[in-house]
């Protein structure tokens, strides 16, 4: 197995599971739970490479800086990143609490994951935040035909 292959097993929960899918043998692809699955270094790392991206090609970048129930490790990093660098950003922690209407624990199934309630406040504060944005986009004269 490839050195990338190898480090996606290893980071990635998804790329574990497409590689699952197409490998009989499944032995080695558990993830370790005492390794941090993108380390902060390589997290800033691809955070400066889509900032780049986007800036070289004249699309704007917007971070959503995710909710979880018990977890806020990446809140710290992203809105640092979004202050130091000028980003739009959407922060669903400083966002999301004020609009639930229950304890915070009916809208995850589990530590990290979304019960449906939960996704529908997550995507309408998504959509708040980037539909301005769009609009906005949208007045300025395209190279090419827009979709309506």
Same mark, same amino acid.
């Given at each position: 197995?490839?050195?990338?292959?190898?480090?996606?097993?290893?980071?990635?929960?998804?790329?574990?599971?497409?590689?699952?899918?197409?490998?009989?043998?499944?032995?080695?692809?558990?993830?370790?739970?005492?390794?941090?699955?993108?380390?902060?270094?390589?997290?800033?790392?691809?955070?400066?490479?889509? +900032? *780049?991206?986007? %800036? =070289?090609? $004249?699309?704007?970048? !917007?971070?959503?800086?995710?909710?979880?129930?018990?977890?806020?490790?990446?809140?710290?990093?992203? +809105? *640092?990143?979004? %202050? =130091?660098? $000028?980003?739009?950003? !959407?922060?669903?922690?400083?966002?999301?609490?004020?609009?639930?209407?229950?304890?915070?624990?009916?809208?995850?199934?589990?530590?990290?994951?979304?019960?449906?309630?939960?996704?529908?406040?997550?995507?309408?504060?998504?959509?708040?935040?980037?539909?301005?944005?769009?609009?906005?986009?949208?007045?300025?004269?395209?190279?090419?035909?827009?979709?309506?």
């Amino acid at each position: 197995m490839g050195r990338l292959a190898s480090f996606l097993i290893e980071y990635s929960n998804l790329a574990r599971g497409l590689f699952q899918l197409g490998s009989r043998d499944r032995s080695g692809l558990k993830r370790n739970p005492h390794r941090t699955r993108v380390p902060a270094e390589h997290r800033e790392r691809l955070l400066e490479m889509a +900032r *780049s991206y986007c %800036r =070289e090609r $004249g699309i704007e970048l !917007v971070v959503v800086v995710p909710i979880y129930r018990e977890f806020s490790g990446h809140a710290v990093l992203l +809105r *640092s990143f979004v %202050r =130091e660098y $000028g980003v739009s950003v !959407v922060d669903l922690p400083a966002v999301l609490p004020s609009r639930f209407t229950g304890p915070r624990e009916t809208y995850f199934s589990d530590d990290a994951h979304p019960t449906p309630a939960g996704h529908a406040l997550i995507a309408g504060a998504i959509h708040e935040g980037v539909a301005p944005k769009i609009q906005e986009h949208r007045k300025v004269k395209l190279p090419f035909p827009s979709t309506p």
